[in-house]
């Protein structure tokens, strides 16, 4: 069966680096593209970018530019996400959903990691 | 703010239908057929009702429906069941030039 499982909480300082896996298991890895959204405590969904693992390519939310990269790992089926100069406004549970190449849907997502900033 | 319009809450008893609307613009939900909806219960993660505006995935009771008219969709909910009891989200593809796709804010569903 599906499953993406995601690594565990994270407590940074503002200013820190945070890098969330996703392992991917049950199906094709390169056949989807990888989405990473982000909900803030009490608040919606926010698409932040998405890695297409099977060539690599990424596209990013242009606020979250210069703060976020997407890479992949084929060998072991995992997405990572790393943003860098975290402020308090990024305390958040970050979510891996995956999407089929050509379709316009999340169909599985990861159970979120709660990244925390706090000095 | 977030791209698309939710109603922040919604309410219905058992056995009744709701409908919750998701108002955009012709750059994502009137401009595609690529609206998404998903329910979230507290603490976890969403899980997809309804994608393409109208498709229910495998599995998901057909209770669930979706529709759009113009730039705003809408979920449908017949029967309600406490269970049902969560958020909703949609969610379509953009062509705006800050993302590829947009959420709604959510809407909490109370059955009374």
């Known amino acids: 069966q599906v499953q993406l499982v995601q690594s565990g909480a994270e407590v940074k300082k503002p200013g820190a680096s945070v890098e969330v896996s996703c392992k991917a298991s049950?199906?094709?890895?390169?056949?989807?593209?990888m989405h990473w959204v982000r909900q803030a405590p009490g608040q919606g969904l926010e698409w932040m970018g998405v890695?297409?693992?099977?060539?690599?390519?990424?596209s990013y939310a242009q606020k979250l530019q210069g703060r976020v990269t997407m890479t992949r790992d084929t060998s072991t089926s995992t997405a990572y996400m790393e943003m860098s100069s975290l402020r308090s406004e990024d305390t958040a549970v970050y979510y891996c959903?995956?999407?089929?190449?050509?379709?316009?849907?999340?169909?599985?997502w990861g159970q979120g990691a709660l990244v925390t900033v706090s000095s | 703010q977030s791209a698309l319009t939710q109603p922040a809450s919604v309410s219905g008893s058992p056995g009744q239908s709701i409908t919750i609307s998701c108002s955009g613009t012709?750059?994502?939900?009137?401009?595609?057929?690529?609206v998404s909806w998903f329910q979230q219960h507290p603490g976890k993660a969403p899980k997809l009702l309804i994608f393409?505006?109208?498709n229910r995935p495998s599995g998901v009771s057909n209770r669930f429906s979706g529709s759009k008219s113009g730039n705003t969709a809408s979920l449908t909910i017949s029967g309600l069941q406490a269970e049902d009891e969560a958020d909703y989200y949609c969610?379509?593809?953009?062509?705006?030039?800050?993302?590829?796709?947009?959420f709604g804010g959510g809407t909490k569903l109370t059955v009374l």
């Open positions: 959903a995956r999407a089929h190449s050509g379709d316009y849907y999340f169909d599985y």
């Open positions: 049950g199906y094709t890895f390169t056949t989807y593209y």
């Open positions: 890695i297409n693992p099977g060539g690599g390519g990424t």
């Open positions: 012709s750059s994502d939900v009137g401009g595609y057929n690529y």
């Open positions: 393409d505006v109208s």
């Open positions: 969610s379509s593809y953009t062509i705006s030039s800050a993302l590829d796709w947009v």
